[in-house]
């Protein structure tokens, strides 16, 4: 079964960083593209970051620059390093796999399997 935990998230003031976490089990995760996305109470998903098996990364506008997605096959996870935060990076941060080994359509194609969640507020 699969099973992604994310954890790290947290009260930052703004221009400070976080690095979340995304915990993989139940599936063979080298073999898999793992995304990062984001949604606030009354807002569409949006996608951050996604990482596929061969560790090339692709990035939403709105964070490139400033976050930077990486994963460590031995420890199972994957990282979302999170710099230079704003006020409006405030939300739910979930990772997910599509069990495919690419990224391909990641920003538009609905992911099957989810986190639960892990809360960033950044203050200003």
């Known amino acids: 079964q699969v099973q992604l935990v994310e954890s790290g998230g947290g009260l930052v003031q703004s221009g400070r960083s976080l690095r979340l976490s995304c915990a993989a089990s139940?599936?063979?995760?080298?073999?898999?593209?793992i995304g990062w996305f984001r949604q606030a109470p009354g807002k569409e998903r949006e996608p951050v970051a996604c990482?596929?098996?061969?560790?090339?990364?692709m990035y939403a506008d709105s964070v490139k620059g400033r976050f930077t997605i990486s994963r460590d096959n031995a420890k199972k996870t994957v990282y979302l390093q999170m710099d230079v935060l704003r006020p409006e990076d405030t939300t739910v941060y979930y990772c997910?796999?599509?069990?495919?080994?690419?990224?391909?359509?990641?920003?538009?194609?609905?992911?099957?399997?989810w986190g639960q969640g892990t809360q960033v507020t950044v203050s200003s």
């Open positions: 990482i596929n098996r061969w560790s090339k990364t």
């Open positions: 139940g599936f063979t995760m080298d073999d898999y593209a």
């Open positions: 997910a796999t599509d069990l495919q080994p690419t990224c391909a359509g990641w920003t538009v194609t609905p992911f099957r399997n």
